[in-house]
């Protein structure tokens, strides 16, 4: 049972906008900022998202990443192929990072 | 280039021991908090533990207190992972990453090792 929740699942058609949500408590994401990573199929992850909204460079702007209260959301626009992978929110609580369960994205 | 290199995965038993390192390059070590995180087969990422720069806080996931030791050596830009009493719970893919502190805020981890993975069966 993960400390932060997410969606297992999504899906979306090519060029398609989809979110996948995360929810926490005040103790994390509600005190913290919120971490988005990618794990393409076989690989480790990579940060996809920082600091709520920020993208590192090399991360396409079709991805973007928002904050209210105790919930975050994930948002890919113009929906690819290679966007198909599992994709993890995180956040510090007290002294440990906290992760969701992962929601796995298709692409149809 | 910013690269994170695991080593010392393997088979080991139930209640048996092993010891993962991390070789860190491309960016200058002592100056980042590191962490281990670890993914059981087909399930989600689980934060293991982390330290400071220099090794002088450590902190730990509850089910692995008392039985696993971070530390690192920033002389060889290493970082270890001592793990005893190994449970059959413990198998996973256990990844190296670095820290990103902002404001002596912790922030997000960037890079990623390519991961080792640790099997405990009999």
């Known amino acids: 049972q993960s400390v932060l929740t997410q969606p297992p699942s999504a899906s979306g058609t090519p060029g398609q906008r989809v979110t996948i949500s995360c929810s926490g408590s005040s103790s994390n994401i509600g005190s913290n900022t919120v971490n988005w990573y990618q794990q393409l199929p076989g690989t480790a992850p990579k940060l996809l998202i920082y600091s709520n909204n920020q993208r590192p460079s090399g991360v396409p702007d079709r991805f973007s990443g928002s904050k209210s209260g105790t919930s975050a959301s994930l948002a890919i626009s113009g929906l690819q192929s290679e966007d198909e992978a599992d994709y993890y929110c995180a956040a510090w609580d007290d002294s440990r990072v906290v992760f969701g369960g992962g929601t796995k994205l298709t692409v149809l | 280039e910013v690269q994170l290199v695991e080593s010392g995965g393997g088979l080991v038993q139930p209640g048996g021991s092993l010891r993962l390192s991390c070789a860190a390059s491309?960016?200058?070590?002592?100056?980042?908090?590191m962490s281990w995180v670890r993914q059981a087969p087909g399930k989600g990422l689980e934060w293991v533990a982390n330290?400071?720069?220099?090794?002088?806080?450590?902190y730990y996931v509850d089910s692995v207190k008392g039985r696993f030791t971070i530390s690192r050596d920033n002389a060889k830009n290493s970082l270890y992972l001592q793990m005893n009493s190994l449970r059959a719970e413990d198998t996973a893919v256990y990844y190296c990453?670095?820290?990103?502190?902002?404001?002596?805020?912790?922030?997000?981890?960037?890079?990623w090792g390519q991961g080792t993975l640790v099997t405990v069966s009999s």
């Open positions: 491309g960016f200058t070590f002592s100056s980042y908090w």
């Open positions: 990453a670095r820290e990103v502190v902002v404001a002596a805020t912790h922030g997000w981890f960037d890079p």
């Open positions: 330290i400071k720069q220099d090794g002088s806080e450590k």
